[in-house]
């Protein structure tokens, strides 16, 4: 099983940055996909961006293309979310996804931000 840790997040002012990181530890091989969800209360899980392990091809929804991105570091195995211009709406808890072969998918502890004045 993989297990995810997450870091970054926190508050913001709109049109500022922040990265989020998530480091998989366990058995990393069976990872298929890291990806980024988004939850605010009352509303369902939404994925925000998404990377394959092995190839390296990233997606991003269309309501963060442009300012978030996705990236990972081979050498830390650390998958990163890279948030840019920031708005009220992008206030969310963020979790950290990890598809594994024929495994359940693995979730981080969820780290909260919040874009505000």
């Known amino acids: 099983q993989v297990q995810l840790v997450e870091s970054g997040g926190g508050l913001v002012r709109p049109g500022g940055s922040l990265r989020l990181s998530c480091a998989p530890s366990?058995?990393?091989?069976?990872?298929?996909?890291m990806g980024w969800y988004r939850q605010v209360p009352g509303k369902q899980r939404e994925l925000v961006a998404a990377?394959?392990?092995?190839?390296?091809?990233?997606s991003h929804a269309d309501s963060v293309k442009g300012r978030f991105t996705i990236s990972r570091d081979n050498a830390k195995n650390t998958v990163y979310l890279q948030m840019n211009t920031l708005k009220p709406e992008d206030t969310a808890v963020y979790y950290c996804?990890?598809?594994?072969?024929?495994?359940?998918?693995?979730w981080g502890q969820g780290t909260q931000v919040t874009v505000s004045s």
């Open positions: 990377i394959n392990w092995s190839s390296g091809r990233t």
């Open positions: 996804n990890a598809r594994q072969l024929l495994r359940a998918d693995a």
């Open positions: 366990g058995s990393i091989s069976s990872i298929l996909t």
